[in-house]
């Protein structure tokens, strides 16, 4: 099983701006895409962005989209996701997951709290 670990979060005000990095503990076939996901209280899950290793199929929310940024650093075998201009909406926990090529996600982090205060 490859662990993914998730840092970066934290307690901001709205228009800060965070970035978060998922570490992957080895890439494998079951690797091949991987995604920032987010709860929010109260709330299902819902994608927020997702990459290949190689930096592209990049994939947002409509959201998220101009505000926050999903990178790879293969040579770290991490994942970032720069968010700007943050709101209150975006107060969540995320979470990395990897999923194959064909299939679902089914491997996740244990997830970093974003606070975003108004």
């Known amino acids: 099983q490859v662990q993914l670990v998730e840092s970066g979060g934290g307690l901001v005000q709205a228009g800060d701006s965070l970035t978060l990095s998922c570490a992957a503990s080895r890439r494998t076939e079951s690797t091949y895409r991987i995604a920032w996901f987010r709860q929010a209280p109260g709330k299902q899950r819902e994608f927020v962005a997702s990459i290949i290793w190689n930096g592209g199929g990049t994939n947002y929310a409509d959201s998220v989209k101009g505000r926050f940024t999903i990178s790879t650093d293969n040579a770290k075998n991490t994942v970032a996701l720069q968010m700007n201009r943050l709101k209150t909406e975006d107060t969540a926990v995320y979470y990395c997951?990897?999923?194959?090529?064909?299939?679902?996600?089914?491997?996740w982090g244990q997830g970093t709290q974003v606070t975003v205060s108004s």
């Open positions: 997951a990897t999923r194959p090529n064909v299939g679902d996600y089914d491997n």
